[in-house]
């Protein structure tokens, strides 16, 4: 067992029409960078981080974790999706009173917004969840203000359940089961 539960990992990549899910390599190195210091990526997120200061820092093998899928495309890391983590105790937002839900987080490079790549890519990585952890919930939080992001959430079923105050933004709390039909 690991703290993410009775889940093997990494599992086999998962393909789809378009899209390679798979485990983060060193040839991701250069995207996980664009990402961290991209400022479009950052609007919602932080903002960008120093480019120099993420070569220093960023590992040879970004990413190797439970849970992180790389979002191929053609070859190339185009994103990736987060899924195992739990959401820490202490934050707002909750569907179980004693919070720990599984939550999704997921980055796209810039120039592959728009092609529902980021929909596509979240659809598998559910699916693959409920097959794993059949019936458990998945949260999902972004700004109000990140309209795009709001959208690819109900398209995936996600449930608004509240939004609150956090990192000084307005934040959309969402859920996802497996267990309840999506619209």
């Keep these: 067992m690991t703290e993410h539960g009775p889940v093997a990992w990494p599992p086999a990549p998962i393909r789809t029409e378009r899209l390679v899910l798979r485990e983060s390599e060193a040839r991701d190195r250069g995207a996980f960078i664009r ?16 480019r120099d200061e993420l070569e220093r820092v960023v590992p040879e093998v970004p990413g190797r974790r439970p849970g992180l899928f790389v979002v191929e495309l053609d070859g190339a890391m185009i ?17 179980r009173p004693d919070g720990g ?5 997921y980055m796209f490079l810039p120039e592959a917004w728009g092609y529902g790549y980021a929909a596509e890519a979240c659809a598998v990585a559910l699916d693959w969840f409920a097959g794993v952890l059949p019936g458990e919930p998945v949260v999902l939080t972004t700004q109000t203000a990140n309209a795009r992001s709001i959208r690819l959430a109900r398209k ?9 105050e ?16 999506s619209g």
């Design 35 to 50: 990402l961290s210091a991209s400022p479009e990526v950052g609007t919602y997120v932080g903002g960008a981080r120093p």
């Design 79 to 95: 994103g990736f999706i987060q899924l195992l983590d739990r959401r820490d105790a202490e934050r707002q937002g909750h569907v």
């Design 101 to 105: 839900e599984a939550e999704l987080g």
């Design 156 to 164: 995936l079923g996600f449930t608004e359940v509240e939004r609150f």
């Design 166 to 181: 956090e990192y000084g933004a307005e934040q959309w709390f969402g859920v996802w089961s497996s267990v309840t039909p």
